[in-house]
């Protein structure tokens, strides 16, 4: 099945730095490739997703960027804010239907 | 408009008990999904309910889970004779038709003891 690898684990950035996180997935059929963040005591927020067929979406500080070649995405956060702290979960749609493999997680905390 | 909801919140039991967990899922949105966050981990996903189709319980860990979905609407998680393994946070999840997007619900904390 889809395997679906975050790395760093933890990020720490100042407030006003960026924050880049990095996922790796396995299966090429994958199609969609969404990020959640989750803050403490909640479920996951749909925050950007890419498709297949784009390499890049971007919606005000964050943007997602796809290489469908070496089967990676990154979540780009840009003027980061004390609020941006959470976890953050990627996830790939395996064999193109419509479940989702989430990667763990990573703790991103801005410091102000 | 309200998004998808779940209950109870927490829910401390037994070992060997019984426990139902339920989501409502977004009104209109056919599709429901059920998944495990263990502490730490990722989400593990569980079982898939799409309209009147069969569903795919691909994701159950034992036959100790099971699930149903009741006038396409409401769903119910059972975890029969829990375990301690069984402890973590239940999510669901729903999207529109045949959509991607999967919007989640806050949670069960299933904590047995």
């Known amino acids: 099945g889809e395997n679906v690898e975050q790395h760093p684990s933890t990020l720490s950035v100042q407030e006003g730095d960026s924050a880049v996180i990095k996922c790796t997935y396995s299966?090429?059929?994958?199609?969609?490739f969404p990020w959640y963040k989750q803050e403490l005591g909640k479920g996951p927020q749909l925050i950007i997703d890419?498709?297949?067929?784009?390499g890049e979406k971007k919606d005000q500080r964050i943007a997602v960027t796809l290489n469908k070649t070496a089967k990676h995405f990154s979540l780009h956060i840009t003027e980061t804010q004390p609020e941006d702290s959470a976890v953050y979960f990627c996830a790939a749609s395996p064999g193109g239907n419509n479940r989702l493999a989430f990667g763990k997680g990573n703790q991103v905390v801005v410091i102000p | 408009g309200a998004g998808v909801s779940q209950s109870p919140s927490n829910k401390v039991t037994e070992k060997g008990k019984d426990v139902e967990l339920r989501c409502d899922p977004i009104?209109?949105?056919?599709?429901l999904y059920w998944y495990r966050q263990s502490l730490g981990q990722g989400l593990e996903f569980l079982i898939y309910f799409q309209g009147n189709s069969a569903p795919d319980k691909s994701g159950l860990p034992s036959d100790r889970f099971s699930a149903e979905r009741t006038g396409g609407s409401v769903s119910t998680l059972t975890i029969q004779r829990t375990q301690q393994e069984d402890s973590a946070v239940y999510l669901c999840a729903s999207s529109h038709g045949n959509s991607y997007e999967q919007y989640f619900g806050p949670g069960t904390r299933l904590t047995v003891t």
């Open positions: 299966d090429s059929a994958s199609n969609y």
């Open positions: 009104s209109g949105h056919t599709a």
């Open positions: 890419i498709r297949s067929n784009v």
